[in-house]
């Protein structure tokens, strides 16, 4: 039977705050056993541990039968068709600097296709949702992205990877997005920049290499919000390769970052 939307809403809000409380409670231990992971640069704490273990053991307390895909765990298959995309603590460097922008997020894929996503900022108190067809919410109160026309007004959120080589290629964007913009931020939680595409908070957002717990939850939240989206080749969105925009600029920027070689991190360095 197919699993009702409402129920898997509530299940991954509840889930994720929780464990966006236990983080907040937690930020007194900062830097208690962190270690690195993809690189020097990629810190991973107890805390996201400890985060995951939590989400986990709620979903398979209520849901058994259900696949997973953790940051830190890793996969565990299901039987039920539904697969739980988890990302404990997106924003690890800002937590650990103390920084109040990070979240959990919860992405829930019915037959592999997007259905719910919850994202929860616990450091700034707000909670993003959105079901497929049902809209996107912060706070429960609907959410739509900018009304943004002029690529020239538009601010535009990114993020960079953490191998040095692949931030040596994100950079040469830079000078070809900066003079056409308003300004660039770099937020270091991409679940929630792409929840504050969905709010107006930023008119665009992209990112080269990132997972599919980065994005799992937000994408379905920005574009049930409006957001238009595509791979940074021009092709469909996937989660390493990600750009999303308000429609009114979502041409121009696009064209833009293709023009550039916003894709070309994903490909081997020559
Ligand atoms: C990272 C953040 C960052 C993005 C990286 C992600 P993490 O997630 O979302 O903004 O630029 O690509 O890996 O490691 O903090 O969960």
Redesign the pocket.
Same mark, same amino acid.
């Given at each position: 039977m197919r699993p009702d939307p409402s129920e898997l809403l509530e299940l991954a809000g509840r889930v994720a705050r929780e464990a966006g409380e236990m983080l907040r409670a937690g930020i007194g231990h900062l830097r208690i056993d962190v270690t690195t992971k993809t690189s020097g640069t %990629?810190?991973?704490s107890e805390m996201?541990r400890a985060s995951e273990a939590l989400i986990v053991e709620g979903i398979l307390a209520a849901r058994p039968d259900d696949a997973i895909l953790g /940051?830190e765990t890793g996969s565990r298959d299901g039987t039920s068709g539904v697969r739980w995309v988890i %990302?404990p603590? %997106? *924003?690890?460097?800002?937590y650990l600097y103390r920084h109040p922008i990070?979240a959990v997020s919860v992405g829930v894929e019915v037959d592999g296709r997007a259905e719910v996503g919850v994202v929860v900022a616990a450091g700034l108190g707000e909670v993003f949702t959105a079901t497929r067809g049902g809209g996107a919410w912060l706070d429960g109160a609907p959410i739509s992205v900018s009304g943004a026309t002029d690529l020239a007004g538009a601010l535009v959120g990114t993020?960079?990877?953490?191998a040095a080589s692949r931030r040596g290629r994100q950079a040469v964007v830079l000078p070809h997005l900066l003079p056409a913009v308003r300004d660039i931020r770099?937020?270091?939680?991409?679940?929630l920049?792409l929840c504050w595409v969905a709010c107006g908070r930023l008119d665009g957002y992209f /990112?080269a290499? *990132?997972?599919p717990?980065?994005v799992a939850a937000g994408l379905l939240i920005a574009t049930e919000a409006g957001a238009s989206a595509a791979g940074l080749d021009g092709g469909p969105v996937v989660p390493e390769s990600v750009m999303v925009a308000a429609p009114g600029v979502a041409p121009a920027l696009f064209a833009l970052l293709v023009g550039a070689g916003a894709d070309e991190p994903l490909k081997p360095p020559h």
């Open positions: %990629d810190m991973v996201d /940051e %990302d603590l %997106d *924003g690890t460097t800002n990070w993020g960079f990877g953490y770099r937020n270091g939680v991409a679940s920049d /990112e290499g *990132g997972q717990w980065d």
